[in-house]
């Protein structure tokens, strides 16, 4: 997926009430851009880092911009605006990138499922046998080790998937749990049990109750970013 319009490049001032950032441009200016993530962003949002936004256009926006990328302390690239992660997980699943979800006859996007009226991100068709899918994007990076960990704040949400998951695969249907990794030097993932211990006792008992537990890392730029590779997940 390419960033268009072109990123821009800046400085971080701060980032408050979750979703607003003031940055510094190279030229001076002063904005307030929108951030669109709802996680703590442990790793992405240290004063005075580099960082990349998208310019609107549309007068109506209150906002004159996204934060889209970060340089983390580590020296990475993150994307930090998790709205992304669906689309280049449908641009890999529509490419056959994701192998292990390969040969899929039609795919729809945000399905209804379960009695927590869940919606699963992708419902896929084999020969009308459906797997559900659900996206999480993984951004929470470590000093001194390439393995990435999620998530990077207490999600009950999170944890309500993972049950519903784990339900349609007792049912005998296929479910899967697939970790975009938006977050460049990864080579593995693993459930951050010390911030969210509710959560990584989820995903343990999704993954014996059937629920397949996938992991890819993206090729991020600041042109581009796509998923490319699988990465092991360490449970």
């Given amino acids: 997926m390419r960033f268009e319009p072109a990123l821009e490049e800046a400085r971080l001032i701060k980032r408050y009430k979750r979703f607003l950032a003031d940055i510094e441009t190279a030229s001076g200016e002063r904005l307030t851009i929108h951030c669109p993530n709802t996680g703590s962003m442990l790793n992405c949002m240290s004063e005075g880092c580099r960082v990349w936004f998208s310019r609107s256009g549309d007068p109506k926006r209150k906002l004159p911009g996204t934060w889209e990328l970060v340089e983390t302390p580590q020296g990475r690239l993150a994307c930090v605006n998790t709205g992304r992660a669906n689309r280049i997980v449908e641009e890999a699943l529509l490419a056959g990138v994701v192998t292990e979800l390969a040969g899929f006859d039609?795919?729809?996007r945000e399905v209804a499922y379960g009695q927590e009226k869940s919606r699963a991100d992708f419902r896929l068709m084999y020969a009308e046998r459906p797997v559900y899918v659900e996206v999480k994007s993984?951004?929470?990076?470590?000093?001194?080790?390439?393995?990435?960990?999620?998530?990077?704040?207490v999600t009950l949400r999170g944890a309500r998937h993972l049950r519903e998951l784990a339900a349609l695969a007792r049912e005998g249907m296929r479910a899967v749990l697939l970790y975009a990794v938006s977050l460049s030097g990864i080579e593995?993932?693993?459930?951050?049990k010390e911030i969210d211990p509710g959560y990584a006792s989820a995903l343990a008992e999704a993954h014996e109750a059937g629920v397949e537990v996938l992991a890819y890392g993206a090729?991020?730029?600041?042109?581009?970013?796509?998923?490319?590779?699988?990465?092991?997940?360490?449970?």
Avoid: H, M, N, S
């Fill in 219 to 235: 090729r991020i730029d600041t042109r581009e970013i796509c998923l490319a590779q699988p990465l092991k997940v360490l449970l």
């Fill in 188 to 192: 593995a993932v693993r459930p951050a």
């Fill in 106 to 108: 039609e795919l729809r």
């Fill in 138 to 153: 993984v951004t929470l990076g470590f000093d001194g080790t390439a393995v990435a960990a999620f998530p990077d704040a």
